[in-house]
């Protein structure tokens, strides 16, 4: 696991980073309280058209009815300036809930991807409990999936091609662990970048 604020490793989730001392509760004073959210996708900037919308909610449906244990949620946001987007996203995947169930720790299968449209920015977390599945550079590949159509303003492609990338990430995944007998471990992973 990568901390969202001085990217150093951590073998596993620490409540504060050995590094920089981040916190969630240090978070929770930065960003205030929780925005208002919808299952797959929020746009709280109101820049995607609703076209666009109703198809980017489509593709994350038909994500989760393939992979039902996955809730991919996007989140799109105007942060303020000078906001790193993978603190945001760190604090907003551990503390809003996307999901109707409350999965936490080893439990939660979530991805979520926020896209910040002031900063030309994104980043990708996943849940504890596909930490294992979905390595750091897997998420990486999937975020520069992302950014690639964001250069060209195409976030419905952009969602599609990160979309894209993880099912297809997981599918290897599902195909080695078939192969393997017993538990795999389970490690941390995350994402960020800028399409700017």
Request: a negative charge; aromatic letters at 8%; hydrophobic letters at 45%.
């Amino acid at each position: 696991m990568k901390c969202p604020s001085c990217a150093s490793t951590l073998a596993a989730p620490e409540p504060r980073c050995p590094n920089c001392k981040l916190t969630l509760q240090a978070l929770d004073v930065k960003f205030g309280a929780l925005p208002r959210h919808a299952m797959y996708f929020t746009d709280r900037t109101d820049r995607v058209p609703m076209p666009e919308m109703a198809a980017m909610r489509r593709m994350l449906e038909l994500f989760h009815q393939r992979f039902p244990q996955c809730l991919f949620s996007v989140f799109v946001a105007d942060l303020p300036r000078g906001t790193r987007v993978g603190e945001y996203a760190f604090w907003l995947a551990n503390r809003a809930r996307f999901s109707s169930v409350e999965q936490v720790h080893g439990h939660n299968f979530d991805l979520l991807l926020v896209a910040d449209m002031n900063g030309d920015a994104a980043a990708l977390n996943a849940g504890y409990g596909l930490e294992g599945h979905l390595e750091e550079e897997d998420l990486a590949a999937a975020l520069d999936a992302f950014i690639q159509a964001m250069r060209g303003s195409d976030m419905p492609a952009g969602v599609q091609a990160c979309l894209g990338v993880v099912a297809q990430r997981l599918d290897a995944r599902w195909m080695a662990l078939q192969a393997e007998p017993g538990p795999t471990p389970m490690t941390a992973a995350a994402a960020g970048g800028t399409w700017a």
